[in-house]
């Protein structure tokens, strides 16, 4: 049998498994662990993996840290792989500098410069979750601002920033993938815990692992409930509400905001911290 032309020879880099190797990886003396973490804490960081990705924020891609526990200096995320798939086994310790203090042979996601910039410049950030998650996108693209559109979503009502990188960096591959690049990110935040990456998707941060996790789920949820509002307030049935005769979308202002997400803080994310965690724990034993 003759093909009319050749077999296009598989040209995508790193498959087959064992080809081409990061790029970005490290090389020399990794730095030393912070110290051992329970292991019920890791089990929690690999299930937000899963729970992140049974709420469609993350698919194959996006990722999700937190702070070391006993060492602020260091922070954990999973091995580069697709987050439905992440086990305790598979998370790593980095530095401030996103260099893994324990990757043996494992590979580390390009943009882990996003947390670790971000756990260098803030404090108050104990996780962070990186998603390209596909309602929220659309926000990064138009001139219309993500606003609080109901009380979960409390946290957006203070602003929601779109960190463009082209502003800083001309034409790029549109990843975070060095330091230089995790700082511009963290610049654009300008101390909010969600920022929107223009072409690209989102980052939401938290004073906990669950808190940030909820933000991430709600960010999402919230950009949905957005665009449902937006087609709303489009329709022919929507009454004008402004002056000027345009419809206006009645969300949250930034006091209500700031009273709303002081009980989403205080402890009401836990609750679905509680549900999701359980659901994992359901099905992986662990
Ligand atoms: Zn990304």
Known sequence: MRFAHPPTPMATAGWPPGGAADPHSPQGVPPPSGGAVDPAIIADLAAASRVLAAHGVVDAFGHVSMRHPEAPDRWLMARAIAPASVTPDDIIEYDLDSRACNANGRGSFLERYIHGEIFRARPDVMAVVHSHSPSVIPFSLVNVPMQAMFHNAAFLAAGVP??????????????????????????????????????????????????????????????????????LASSPFAQNSTESGAVSIAALDAEEGRLADSINVAGACLRGWALWREQVRAQTGW
Do not use: W
């Open 162 to 231: 779109v960190f463009d990188i082209a502003r800083k960096f001309g034409a790029t591959d549109m990843l975070v993938g060095n330091t230089t690049k995790g700082v511009a990110l963290v610049d654009s935040m300008v101390g909010r815990d969600v920022v929107l990456m223009r072409a690209h998707g989102s980052v939401a941060c938290g004073a906990s692992l669950p808190l940030a996790v909820f933000r991430a789920v709600y960010t999402e949820v919230n950009a949905r409930i957005q665009q449902m509002s937006i087609a």
